[in-house]
């Protein structure tokens, strides 16, 4: 589909919902003619619209980091010619590529919008089309002065444009899968679509876009919860071939002020272990010297993750400790605010 204007948008198309049939034996990706044919509407802009098929296509279940990779080249290759990108993507796991792709294409100044649908595009009641045409529109839309209205990876759902690294998929079923509890939307669409132009974050300057591929995924997770064993938290917080942990806490960052486990805490810090503290509600942020228990964390050297959802943390770590050999730096880095991440 081409036509000839200044605008221009790709759309890269990974696989998820939105583009899946049913095919026997559950529902798998089809190809992308079909979501045009599905969607006749996006002949309407008056701009020209390109797409790029990933092979193969995948329930975003199986994502990798290789795949963000792909995405990342993806997007330097093609960024001189078009004004913004459109990825449709599964809703499993939207939120950690779009964490992702914020932190590796550092100096973004065109829109990279991840979206999808809870729906098979090809089916009656979807909420497909409205996603994947009003996405193009948020990535096509500019200023007055002829600069993009939202130059940041973003996710676009259900009427609501989310930072893509504060976003996180709350819902399973309804159609507001989505949400970015510490981050108000960067745009709403209702009859014409409002930009939160305060919320979207602007390059100071025209800066390159450098694009960062070098992920180390040597991170673990665990959640504190009532009745975790010495040995789990041994084996996780203690265990090789792990650099960096992301410790879910409760509330503010509290987590269990037993001392065996402060002294696994310390004995894992101490072994040079990234500890990162991110809470497991939804919404606030962590704060280490509100409580005992927090307190404790932070004197045995764990890092605040602040307001970042584990999504966010995860994708923060990967791309830090794929940059930085010293884990000390990115202990320093974690606390900053790189891409709109975390609130302070
Ligand atoms: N399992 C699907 C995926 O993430 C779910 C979806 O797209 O909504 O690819």
């Known amino acids: 589909m081409s036509k000839s204007d200044k605008s221009a948008i790709l759309l890269i198309y990974t696989g998820g919902t939105i ?39 995948i329930d975003s279940s199986d994502v990798e980091p290789g795949m963000w990779k792909d ?16 990825v449709l993507h599964g809703t499993d796991t939207m939120a950690y590529s779009a964490s992702a792709l914020s932190f590796m294409l550092e100096g973004l100044g065109k829109p990279v919008i991840f979206t999808g649908s809870q729906l098979p595009v090809g089916s009656l009641r979807t909420d497909g089309k409205e996603n994947l045409v009003s996405a193009v529109e948020v990535a096509s839309a500019k200023d007055a002065n002829g600069r993009a209205m939202v130059p940041e990876v973003a996710i676009y759902f259900n009427s609501q444009l989310l930072r893509g690294n504060r976003a996180t998929k709350v819902n399973a079923t309804a159609f507001n899968a989505f949400r ?67 410790i879910e806490t409760y509330g503010s960052g509290n ?41 404790a964390l932070k004197e045995a050297g764990v890092v605040s993750g602040s307001d970042i959802t584990t999504e966010g943390g995860l994708a923060k770590l990967f791309y830090l400790m794929g940059e930085y050999a010293d884990n000390e730096k990115v202990k320093r880095l974690l606390e900053k605010n790189l891409r709109g991440e975390i609130s302070k």
């Open 71 to 86: 995405l990342a080249m993806l997007i330097r290759e093609k960024y001189d010619d078009y004004d913004g990108f459109v």
């Open 180 to 246: 970015s509890p510490n981050c108000p939307p960067l745009a709403e669409a209702g009859i014409s679509i409002r930009y939160n132009k305060a919320m979207i974050r602007y390059p100071a300057t025209t800066v390159p876009l450098c694009i960062h591929t070098e992920l180390d995924t040597r991170v673990a997770i665990l959640k504190v919860h009532p009745g975790i064993t010495e040995q789990v938290a041994r084996n996780v917080l203690l265990g090789s071939g792990i650099r960096a942990v992301i």
């Open 19 to 57: 583009g899946m049939k049913e095919s026997g034996h559950g529902l798998v990706p089809f190809d992308f003619s079909q979501i045009l044919g599905e969607v006749p509407e996006l002949q309407k802009f008056t701009f020209k619209i390109d797409s790029y098929t990933f092979d193969p296509l």
């Open 255 to 295: 987590a269990i002020s037993k001392p065996w486990f402060t002294d696994i805490i310390r004995e894992s810090t101490a072994s040079g272990k990234i500890l990162l503290n991110i809470t497991q509600c939804l919404a606030g942020d962590v704060n280490m010297n509100l409580y005992a228990t927090g307190k």
